[in-house]
C-alpha cells in the first residue's frame, strides 16, 4: 500500500505542495520517502527562508523539519537509512558536519552530498531529501 501526507510541521504551506505536483512524505510498505526539505517557512505567497546567508543555521532548519517528517510516521533518525544534501556552497557545506552528527545520534545514514548552481530561491544553501526504513 502507498499512502502519501504533508505532515503539519511548521513547514510550507499545503498549496505550496498542491502548486508545484509533489507530496513530502510518501510511504510504501515499509519504506518512507521524503521530498527535498529546504530551509523554509510560509505560503505561496511568502516563502521565508530561514537563516540567510548562514548555512549552518539552514542546514539546522532543514534537519528539524526531516526529524519532524519522520515523527508524523511513528519513525526517527534511527530509522533514516539514506539521503542526498545539495547545496551551493560545497566548501560552506563541509564545515557543518558536527551539525549532522549531533541530529543523527549515532543513527549515520548513507549520504551524497552534490554541489550545485542553485536551489529553489537564490538565498537557499541547502536542500536533503531521503528515505527511511519503518519498523
Not at 511548521?10 to 505542495?17: H, L, Q, R, V
Not at 510560509?42 to 530561514?50: F, M
Not at 519532524?68 to 544534501?85: D, I, K, S, Y
Amino acid at each position: 500500500m502507498i499512502t502519501r501526507s504533508n505532515p503539519d510541521v511548521d513547514y510550507i504551506a499545503d498549496e505550496i505542495f498542491q502548486t508545484y505536483g509533489f507530496t513530502q512524505n510518501i510511504r510504501a510498505g515499509n519504506t518512507l520517502y521524503l521530498s527535498g526539505v529546504a530551509p523554509f517557512k510560509g505560503n505561496l505567497e511568502q516563502v521565508e527562508v530561514v537563516g540567510v546567508g548562514d548555512i549552518r543555521a539552514q542546514v539546522a532548519h532543514t534537519l528539524e523539519i526531516i526529524k519532524r517528517c519522520l515523527a508524523a510516521e511513528g519513525a526517527t533518525f534511527e530509522n533514516w537509512v539514506a539521503q542526498t544534501v545539495y547545496t551551493t556552497n560545497m566548501a560552506e557545506l563541509q564545515k557543518t558536519a558536527d551539525v549532522f552528527r549531533e541530529a543523527f545520534g549515532g543513527y549515520s545514514p548513507t549520504s551524497t552530498w552534490v554541489e550545485i548552481k542553485g536551489l529553489f530561491v537564490p538565498e537557499q544553501m541547502v536542500e536533503i531529501s531521503g528515505t527511511a526504513i519503518l519498523d
